[in-house]
């Protein structure tokens, strides 16, 4: 039975990475529970909630092999709760599993692990590389503007297109997401773009994606492999296996506006410190704020009838007519939190029209968000 001596920060990594995947909705009680298994001389935390698979090895010294499960949610309190260097995880008697640091010492009650589901295989797929910091960039611009309706089953998730200009071209890849109101495309850089056959485009379940960035944190390079109903993701000592979404994704170029003829330049962490201040007014009722954009100044103001008035100015270039327009300041907040430029660029065409945010440090990325028409 298992028997094993691991570093406390070490497990805290693993456990961490682990829980962001168990089922937190007692779909199948085994999927609250984390797997631990040895490998060599590591051990093997296991995650899953059936549409995403993760693994993580943690150098341990091992006592003896085993395989049993242990509840993640007081598993991941415990663990971190401790303060000693190495913890103890010992087997025992019905499913269960001593935890001993120092003077401490618990007993998990878990379930059996000849229950939990099979680990999908992931060692047969051509994997592409890709650069750390980039994949965490394009996630982080993409994740925030899936759709949680079930009614929008198809836009939950981010799509993943390869687009390829001419027979020449290897390829690029965009990471699209959507939830009706706002858009956001970014580019993902790969090393052999020609290998990752996304032509007709996948759509990837945002936990899935989320795991995918948390693997990346740290780590320079990550391998990404695609097969045919499954995406998957590894480094030296993680893996993770995503269960592709079924459905059509639509075609995102549609609500991208064209024929723009007027421009705001603005400095964006200005906006954001405005953008912020006006939001404490603003309630799921009375969700928008009136833009008024002239040659110099941008003029931001709401009225909640509920809990009162406030306005704000901005200094930008401007050029175009003076126009209003209605936006909800979370959305533009989650793009411009996820920029890296010092300055962002608002175009549009007319003020209840589409508008299209950009930024010159922002390579390959794009945001739209529709605007609402105000009364004055």
């Known amino acids: 039975m298992l028997h094993v001596k691991i570093r406390t920060e070490d497990l805290v990594r693993g456990v961490n990475h682990a829980n962001t995947v168990t089922d937190k909705r007692n779909t199948m009680a085994i999927l609250s529970n984390i797997l631990l298994s040895t490998e060599d001389n590591k051990l093997v935390m296991t995650a899953t909630d059936l549409e995403v698979t993760t693994q993580i090895k943690c150098p341990a010294e091992i006592t003896e092999p085993g395989r049993v499960t242990v509840p993640a949610k007081f598993f991941a ?12 995880l010992r087997e025992t008697e019905n499913n269960s599993t001593i935890l001993s640091c120092g003077p401490f010492s618990t ?6 692990a000849t229950d939990y ?14 650069k750390g910091p980039d994949l965490i960039d394009a996630i982080n611009k993409t994740n925030s503007s899936t759709a949680n309706s079930d009614d929008t089953y198809n836009l939950s998730g981010i799509y993943l297109l390869k687009e390829v200009e001419d027979a020449d071209d290897p390829g690029h890849l965009k990471l699209i997401s959507t939830d009706g109101v706002r ?13 990752f056959a996304a032509e007709k485009g996948i759509i990837i379940p945002r ?11 740290g780590n320079s390079i990550l391998n990404i492999g695609l097969s045919e109903n499954m995406l998957a993701a590894k480094n030296n000592d993680s893996t993770v296996a995503i269960s592709l979404l079924d459905g059509m994704y639509p075609n995102y170029k549609e609500v991208v506006p064209t024929d723009l003829n007027i421009t705001a330049i603005i400095y964006r962490k200005d906006l954001l410190v405005v953008l912020r201040r006006i939001i404490i007014l603003l309630t799921t009722k009375y969700p928008l704020a009136k833009f008024s954009f002239t040659r110099d100044l941008l003029t931001i103001s709401t009225s909640n009838p509920e809990i009162g008035q406030a306005e704000e100015t901005v200094g930008i270039e401007y050029t175009g007519p003076d126009i209003m327009a209605g936006f909800n300041p ?13 300055q962002i660029y608002l175009q549009g065409k007319e003020s209840n029209s589409s508008y299209l945010m ?3 440090e922002d390579p390959g990325y794009y945001g739209v968000v529709v605007s609402a028409v105000i009364n004055d």
């Not at 007993?107 to 059996?112: D, E, I, K, Q």
């Not at 858009?183 to 290998?195: G, K, M, R, S, Y």
């Open 207 to 217: 936990k899935g994606l989320l795991s995918i960035r948390n693997m990346a944190e």
């Open 117 to 130: 589901p099979k680990i999908p295989e992931i060692d047969n797929i051509d994997y592409v590389s890709f």
């Open 330 to 342: 979370v959305l533009l907040i989650d793009m411009l939190v996820a920029m890296n430029s010092d």
């Open 107 to 112: 007993n998990l009650f878990g379930l059996s």
């Open 358 to 360: 950009t930024g010159p």
């Open 77 to 88: 309190e415990l663990v971190k709760g401790v303060s000693g260097e190495f913890i103890i």
């Open 183 to 195: 858009l956001n495309c970014a580019t993902l850089v790969a090393e052999d773009p020609q290998n």
